[in-house]
């Protein structure tokens, strides 16, 4: 009992932070409370970085979101993103997918993630880019900015609680997602 009242504050705080409904895990949270305290690990997980800069992870984790998500989740992900100091120029290049507008770390973190997420052809020479940049320690923190935050949105609609669209600010701007190309 006493763990489930401290999580309903943690996830309380989390959703006035945000902005962001977390009814997807509230319902977890009750059904099976064994399946949230995971998911608080994959959370700590998902916050990984060692060695790219946080332009390049946002980048992934971006490319990552919005590829399994229609509104919520991308806004999530582009106000933490801005929370970790990711200039907000460069946010709207991810969500826009304008590689022209993206400093090089942005534009590699983008590249991989893209690549990673529909499984293109030049994943290889892009790992090899990122190994040459970062070291393995950067293919790893881009591999996990990807995968894990393709999860979120993926639980949220597994669940039922992931149908509401919605438009994405950043920096109090609406900005045009592009969905990315296969």
Same mark, same amino acid.
């Given at each position: 009992?006493?763990?489930?009242?401290?999580?309903?504050?943690?996830?309380?705080?989390?959703?006035?932070?945000?902005?962001?409904?977390?009814?997807?895990?509230?319902?977890?949270?009750?059904?099976?409370?064994?399946?949230?305290?995971? =998911?608080?690990?994959?959370? &700590?997980?998902? @916050?990984?970085? /060692?060695?790219?800069? +946080? !332009? %390049?992870?946002?980048?992934?984790? $971006?490319?990552?979101?919005?590829?399994?998500?229609?509104?919520?989740?991308?806004? =999530?992900?582009?106000?933490? &993103?801005?929370? @970790?100091?990711? /200039?907000?120029?460069? +946010? !709207? %290049?991810?969500?826009?997918?304008? $590689?022209?507008?993206?400093?090089?770390?942005?534009?590699?973190?983008?590249?991989?993630?893209?690549?990673?997420?529909?499984?293109? @052809?030049?994943?290889?020479?892009?790992?090899?880019?990122?190994?040459?940049?970062?070291?393995?320690?950067?293919?790893?923190?881009?591999?996990?900015?990807?995968?894990?935050?393709?999860?979120?949105?993926?639980?949220?609609?597994?669940?039922?609680?992931?149908?509401?669209?919605?438009?994405?600010?950043?920096?109090?701007?609406?900005?045009?997602?592009?969905?990315?190309?296969?």
């Amino acid at each position: 009992m006493l763990f489930r009242s401290l999580a309903n504050k943690l996830l309380d705080r989390f959703e006035q932070r945000y902005d962001y409904d977390v009814n997807y895990m509230r319902h977890m949270l009750k059904t099976s409370p064994a399946a949230f305290k995971r =998911l608080r690990h994959l959370s &700590a997980f998902a @916050a990984h970085r /060692e060695s790219v800069t +946080i !332009e %390049a992870s946002f980048a992934a984790k $971006l490319v990552a979101t919005v590829a399994e998500d229609c509104g919520p989740c991308t806004q =999530l992900a582009a106000k933490m &993103a801005e929370e @970790a100091g990711m /200039e907000v120029a460069q +946010i !709207e %290049a991810v969500l826009e997918r304008s $590689l022209e507008t993206m400093d090089p770390s942005t534009a590699l973190g983008f590249r991989f993630a893209e690549a990673l997420v529909f499984r293109q @052809a030049e994943l290889g020479k892009l790992r090899e880019d990122v190994r040459t940049k970062w070291g393995d320690r950067g293919i790893i923190d881009l591999t996990v900015a990807t995968q894990i935050n393709r999860l979120f949105p993926m639980l949220k609609a597994g669940l039922g609680r992931g149908e509401a669209c919605s438009r994405v600010s950043v920096g109090g701007r609406p900005i045009t997602v592009e969905k990315f190309a296969q």
